[in-house]
């Protein structure tokens, strides 16, 4: 699987923007999908995982009311809407496929894609 991670720009604080996550290869349907983040001089940090029919999702507290994680099988396609922006959020995020269920652990993961940078402006 090939993620192509989109999306990402400069945002005033309180404006929102939406990622999406663009997947090759037929099996998307079978991954759940995540997003994670990374800001300079910090680890990776967990911000949403769904699962392969999107019946179920799970959210990092620190973007949980504020971003909303969806996908769309039938376009290989994984979301992340981000509303109520936050200069903290500012971030390359990444997104990821994993064969074995939802993880809040890029540990859970076995493609990622190659990012994007969202940053908040306050």
């Known amino acids: 699987v090939q993620l192509q991670a989109s999306g990402g720009g400069l945002v005033q604080a309180g404006g929102s923007l939406r990622l999406s996550c663009a997947a090759s290869?037929?099996?998307?349907?079978?991954?759940?999908m995540g997003w994670f983040r990374q800001a300079p001089g910090k680890e990776r940090e967990f911000v949403a995982h769904?699962?392969?029919?999107?019946?179920?999702?799970y959210y990092a507290n620190s973007v949980k009311g504020r971003f909303t994680i969806s996908r769309d099988n039938a376009k290989n396609t994984v979301y992340l809407q981000m509303d109520s922006l936050k200069p903290g959020d500012t971030a390359v995020y990444y997104c990821a496929a994993g064969r074995f269920g939802g993880s809040s652990s890029p540990r859970g993961y076995n493609y990622w894609g190659q990012g994007t940078q969202v940053t908040v402006s306050s």
């Open positions: 769904i699962n392969w029919s999107g019946g179920s999702t």
């Open positions: 290869g037929r099996s998307f349907s079978s991954y759940a």
